[in-house]
């Protein structure tokens, strides 16, 4: 047996899964609450004495960790035009499992800077410009940044003309040049942004956040928490060497706070009848949806949903329905109990969460009559093929109805111009391994994906209702 | 010399994709750095990707007949985006049914357009006004 230990430094929770490398096996998984205050090691061994108990005790032959602790990776962008640089830099710090607080585009004002500085960001993106194309905006947005005295970590991935005058304005910072986000129009080219971003992460943003205490303890703390889902999700959408993935996918993660829903699909447009519009987006995507969550943002659902879908939904009537969410309001840690109005206010709460995460990160149609015909213009990704769906959060893997929840990603005939899949399979992430698994896969990608084709469990089969 | 960059396009709810094709060969191959924006392009396509790629000029291009009507309103919209001057020129099926073409480059240059070309208007004749416009045969 050759046990690796996986650390996952939540925001609430540090939990701890134990694999055994060799029997390519999950020996057990564990959590405690994360101690950032003090000691986030004090969680650590919280957490590892509830393994142990599980396990027997283990040796470690390695021992990783992910965090999004202490706010997670919290950054700030700015581009030029709002739909395209600006949007590239958004794309790239979600894909790097950042927690985007603001994005900018055009020139920053000085008001926009009082904000920056207001937010005081882990790192800042700058952008703008494609290469050979608008210098003004980004070399004027240096030149804002070096009027200040802000002590953040900059990368720069804007027209390359312009790229190292930012760094000459932005002398005696720390600056990072990195390749354009958006090289030509266009074209979408993120991975040497969101690399930086997570070397930045590693280097610097784990001493500032209280965690280098635990990095005696491990052998490092290798990415913020997302950007490991992402690289699980990603491994088992594609597969490895000597071991298949399941295909392109969706996966959802319904928090308390927010909903982060990944895709891993093409997503471009079918038939040559649909003409693409807008910027193309990457194939491993992420979206956070701030306002919708089970908790902290439950009224951020009930305002996208409607109270009306809620009460249809709960079988609860108007006045139950908003005296329960008041009480979520006033006390966030509340479970529901079995049987109890809660659960079946959290079961349409969770349903209104996905349905609406999946809808806005998925792309639409839309039809328009041209002298040639009927023509369909498509904008963002279109996941009606897509057949797998991945659930994981606490609020969906502790209820029993999780197959009926997750069924409200699937395409619906009330919104036919919403590209969601018509029907797919539903996986459940019951003993909330993703993390780990995204982790294990930097070093043993096959273990990794077997054993998240081994423990996600298989929870049926949905189609689009017609109702 | 560094290239001038165009940015071109059809305009509106027109699909007529082969005429595009041919217009970007043919700029590309007088020298021009070619942003393509493809069919049915709206006017804040153009105007985004001349931002973003520092154009020094927009090419619209229309085959249906209502250009018109989605030309409408280009020079300002230019003009508030901070593409102020950005030299705007037009060609192709511009109108509906058989006008005049005087009268109709008149009303194209009312709306601000710095120039217009009736239908089988062969490309040299486009690229020859461009580098007409972009002052590049003094450069030269």
Same mark, same amino acid.
């Given at each position: 047996?050759?046990?690796?230990?996986?650390?996952?430094?939540?925001?609430?929770?540090?939990?701890?899964?134990?694999?055994?490398?060799?029997?390519?096996?999950?020996?057990?998984?564990?959590? @405690?609450?994360?101690?950032?205050?003090?000691?986030?090691?004090?969680?650590?061994?919280?957490?590892?004495?509830?393994?142990?108990?599980?396990?027997?005790?283990?040796?470690?032959?390695?021992?990783?960790?992910?965090?999004?602790?202490?706010?997670?990776?919290?950054?700030?962008?700015? *581009?030029?035009?709002?739909?395209?640089?600006?949007?590239? =830099?958004?794309?790239?710090?979600?894909?790097?499992?950042?927690?985007?607080?603001?994005?900018?585009?055009? /020139?920053?004002?000085?008001?926009?800077?009082?904000?920056?500085? /207001?937010?005081?960001?882990?790192?800042?993106?700058? %952008?703008?410009?494609?290469?050979? +194309?608008?210098?003004?905006?980004?070399?004027?947005?240096?030149?804002?940044?070096?009027?200040?005295?802000?002590?953040?970590?900059?990368?720069?991935?804007?027209?390359?003309?312009?790229?190292?005058?930012?760094?000459?304005?932005?002398?005696?910072?720390?600056?990072?040049?990195?390749?354009?986000?958006?090289?030509?129009?266009?074209?979408?080219?993120?991975?040497?942004?969101?690399?930086?971003?997570?070397?930045?992460?590693?280097?610097?943003?784990?001493?500032?956040?209280?965690?280098?205490?635990?990095?005696?303890?491990?052998?490092?703390?290798?990415?913020?928490?997302?950007?490991?889902?992402?690289?699980?999700?990603?491994?088992?959408?594609?597969?490895?060497?000597?071991?298949?993935?399941?295909?392109? #996918?969706?996966?959802?993660?319904?928090?308390?706070?927010?909903?982060?829903?990944?895709?891993?699909?093409?997503?471009?447009?079918?038939?040559? =009848?649909?003409?693409?519009? +807008?910027?193309?987006?990457?194939?491993?995507?992420?979206?956070?949806? +701030?306002?919708?969550?089970?908790?902290?943002?439950?009224?951020?659902?009930?305002?996208?949903?409607?109270?009306?879908?809620?009460?249809?939904?709960?079988?609860?009537?108007?006045?139950?329905?908003?005296?329960?969410?008041?009480?979520?309001?006033?006390?966030?840690?509340?479970?529901?109990?079995?049987?109890?109005?809660?659960?079946?206010?959290?079961? =349409?709460?969770? @349903?209104?969460?996905?349905?609406?995460?999946?809808?806005?990160?998925?792309?639409?149609?839309?039809?328009?009559?041209?002298?040639?015909?009927?023509?369909?213009?498509?904008?963002?990704?279109?996941?009606?093929?897509?057949?797998?769906?991945?659930?994981? *959060?606490?609020? #969906?893997?502790?209820?029993?109805?999780?197959?009926?929840?997750?069924?409200?990603?699937?395409?619906?005939?009330?919104?036919?111009?919403? #590209?969601?899949?018509?029907?797919?399979?539903?996986?459940?992430?019951?003993?909330?391994?993703?993390?780990?698994?995204?982790?294990?896969?930097?070093?043993?990608? /096959?273990?990794?994906?077997?054993?998240?084709?081994?423990?996600?469990?298989?929870? *049926?089969?949905?189609?689009?209702?017609?109702? | 010399?560094?290239?001038?960059?165009?940015?071109?396009? %059809?305009?509106?709810?027109?699909?007529?994709?082969?005429?595009?094709?041919?217009?970007?060969?043919?700029?590309?191959?007088?020298?021009?750095?070619?942003?393509?924006?493809?069919?049915?392009? @709206?006017?804040?396509?153009?105007?985004?990707?001349?931002?973003?790629?520092?154009?020094?000029?927009?090419?619209?291009?229309?085959?249906?007949?209502? +250009?018109?009507?989605?030309?409408?309103?280009?020079?300002?919209?230019?003009?508030?985006?901070?593409?102020?001057?950005?030299?705007?020129?037009?060609?192709?099926?511009?109108?509906?049914?058989?006008?005049?073409?005087?009268? %109709?480059?008149?009303?194209?240059?009312?709306?601000?357009?710095?120039? =217009?070309?009736?239908?089988?208007?062969?490309?040299?004749?486009?690229? /020859?006004?461009?580098?007409?416009?972009?002052?590049?045969?003094?450069?030269?």
């Amino acid at each position: 047996m050759k046990p690796v230990l996986l650390i996952d430094f939540g925001s609430t929770f540090t939990k701890v899964t134990a694999v055994d490398i060799e029997g390519e096996r999950l020996l057990g998984t564990a959590d @405690s609450y994360t101690t950032i205050e003090t000691d986030v090691g004090e969680g650590l061994e919280n957490a590892l004495k509830k393994l142990h108990a599980q396990t027997g005790p283990l040796h470690y032959a390695a021992r990783y960790a992910c965090s999004s602790a202490a706010g997670g990776l919290r950054m700030v962008t700015s *581009g030029l035009v709002p739909e395209l640089t600006a949007e590239a =830099a958004y794309q790239a710090s979600l894909g790097a499992g950042a927690k985007v607080l603001k994005v900018f585009s055009f /020139q920053l004002t000085e008001d926009d800077i009082a904000e920056i500085l /207001q937010i005081n960001p882990d790192i800042f993106l700058l %952008v703008g410009g494609t290469d050979g +194309g608008n210098t003004e905006c980004i070399l004027h947005n240096a030149r804002m940044l070096a009027a200040t005295n802000f002590d953040f970590p900059v990368i720069i991935a804007g027209n390359r003309t312009a790229a190292r005058e930012c760094e000459r304005i932005l002398a005696g910072h720390e600056v990072h040049i990195c390749e354009n986000v958006m090289p030509k129009f266009g074209t979408l080219n993120i991975e040497p942004a969101r690399q930086k971003i997570r070397e930045i992460f590693l280097h610097r943003i784990v001493q500032a956040k209280g965690l280098s205490q635990a990095a005696e303890l491990i052998s490092g703390i290798l990415m913020p928490t997302p950007s490991a889902v992402m690289k699980a999700m990603r491994l088992l959408a594609e597969g490895c060497e000597g071991e298949s993935g399941i295909g392109d #996918l969706i996966a959802v993660d319904v928090g308390g706070a927010t909903t982060d829903i990944y895709s891993m699909a093409d997503g471009m447009p079918r038939d040559a =009848a649909t003409v693409y519009k +807008g910027l193309p987006e990457p194939y491993d995507k992420r979206t956070v949806e +701030g306002d919708i969550g089970m908790r902290y943002s439950v009224r951020g659902i009930v305002e996208a949903a409607g109270l009306s879908r809620i009460c249809q939904l709960s079988g609860l009537d108007k006045s139950r329905v908003e005296e329960l969410i008041d009480q979520l309001c006033a006390a966030p840690d509340t479970l529901p109990a079995p049987g109890s109005d809660l659960e079946k206010l959290d079961f =349409a709460l969770s @349903s209104m969460a996905i349905e609406t995460a999946v809808t806005r990160h998925a792309g639409s149609m839309e039809e328009t009559y041209t002298l040639m015909g009927l023509t369909y213009v498509q904008s963002g990704k279109d996941l009606r093929s897509v057949r797998q769906i991945i659930v994981t *959060g606490g609020s #969906l893997i502790r209820t029993r109805r999780t197959d009926e929840i997750a069924a409200h990603a699937l395409a619906s005939p009330l919104a036919p111009m919403s #590209l969601r899949p018509l029907k797919a399979d539903i996986h459940v992430d019951r003993k909330y391994i993703i993390a780990a698994m995204g982790l294990l896969s930097e070093y043993a990608p /096959q273990t990794a994906l077997r054993i998240m084709k081994k423990e996600l469990e298989y929870n *049926g089969h949905s189609e689009q209702k017609n109702s | 010399m560094k290239k001038k960059k165009l940015v071109m396009g %059809v305009i509106g709810a027109d699909v007529h994709a082969v005429g595009n094709r041919i217009l970007y060969f043919a700029f590309t191959e007088a020298g021009f750095d070619v942003v393509n924006l493809g069919v049915m392009v @709206s006017q804040e396509e153009y105007i985004a990707a001349a931002i973003e790629s520092a154009a020094d000029a927009i090419v619209v291009s229309s085959l249906y007949g209502q +250009g018109e009507l989605d030309c409408r309103g280009m020079r300002e919209k230019c003009d508030e985006a901070g593409l102020k001057g950005i030299p705007l020129v037009v060609g192709g099926n511009i109108v509906i049914g058989k006008q005049k073409f005087e009268d %109709v480059e008149k009303r194209f240059k009312a709306m601000g357009f710095d120039r =217009a070309f009736p239908p089988g208007t062969p490309p040299e004749t486009t690229i /020859q006004a461009l580098k007409e416009l972009l002052h590049m045969e003094e450069e030269a």
